[in-house]
């Protein structure tokens, strides 16, 4: 993959711009029933997504994966474009739509107030968090306890939280993302953090993203060692 042309940058600079505008830092109107996790994994310039549906215990009720072809390399601020359309694709497969959906990436703690969780929230008109082991932008005081949380803030604007989900390790940055309020963006990771860093739904949709990923690569395998028997 070539690094993307001067003017094609500008254009999704352009588009992120837009999208921000239309990013509502309100809700849910209703109470979340159902809680639904995004991640992607990659293999050269393919990206594996998996969305997962959850109940109010937790459980499991609904899952997709997609994988789609990507043609946008990595680039900070620019990951929708590289991870978004998979994305899409496996939300829009889920059978039930969420109430909410957990997005590995930033939410409005990003340059343009677009990250990947903003962007797919607009895009599909849904509430989102994003949830990130980094973030892009933004200042905070890092919590020293376990399941506090700070401000992270920027040019005396409230981003969202870091949150110290295990002893020992980094914290987590949750941000809203589109349709959900600060407080709300929170309170949703916050009743789906268990004992990992990440909040339950988002790990377990990375687990299924390797594991599609994996799959992937060994039906692959199969085909390349089936060919090679037949020439």
Not at 58 to 73: F, G, L, Q, Y
Not at 161 to 182: C, E, H, M, Y
Request: glycine share 6%; hydrophobic share 45%.
């Amino acid at each position: 993959m070539v690094a993307l042309e001067a003017s094609r940058f500008q254009d999704l600079l352009r588009i992120q711009t837009n999208i921000a505008k239309q990013v509502v830092l309100e809700g849910p109107a209703c109470a979340v029933e159902s809680i639904g996790a995004v991640a992607q994994s990659f293999a050269a310039d393919l990206v594996f997504s998996s969305a997962l549906l959850f109940d109010e215990l937790m459980n499991v009720i609904d899952e997709s994966t997609a994988i789609v072809k990507t043609t946008v390399p990595y680039i900070p601020g620019l990951l929708f474009f590289r991870e978004g359309p998979a994305a899409i694709a496996a939300v829009k497969k889920l059978r039930i739509r969420p109430d909410v959906l957990i997005v590995h990436g930033c939410g409005i703690n990003h340059p343009r107030f677009a990250g990947l969780a903003s962007h797919l929230g607009v895009i599909l008109n849904i509430s989102t968090v994003g949830v990130s082991k980094n973030t892009l932008c933004g200042s905070y005081v890092e919590p020293d306890q376990l399941r506090r949380y700070a401000l992270l803030t920027s040019q005396g604007r409230s981003l969202g939280f870091v949150l110290k989900t295990v002893a020992g390790a980094k914290p987590i940055f949750i941000s809203p993302g589109n349709r959900i309020s600060l407080q709300n963006a929170l309170h949703v990771v916050e009743c789906c953090v268990v004992n990992h860093r990440l909040p339950e739904p988002l790990r377990l949709a990375h687990i299924k993203a390797r594991q599609v990923r994996s799959a992937a690569r060994r039906d692959e395998l199969t085909m390349l060692r089936a060919d090679d028997t037949t020439n």
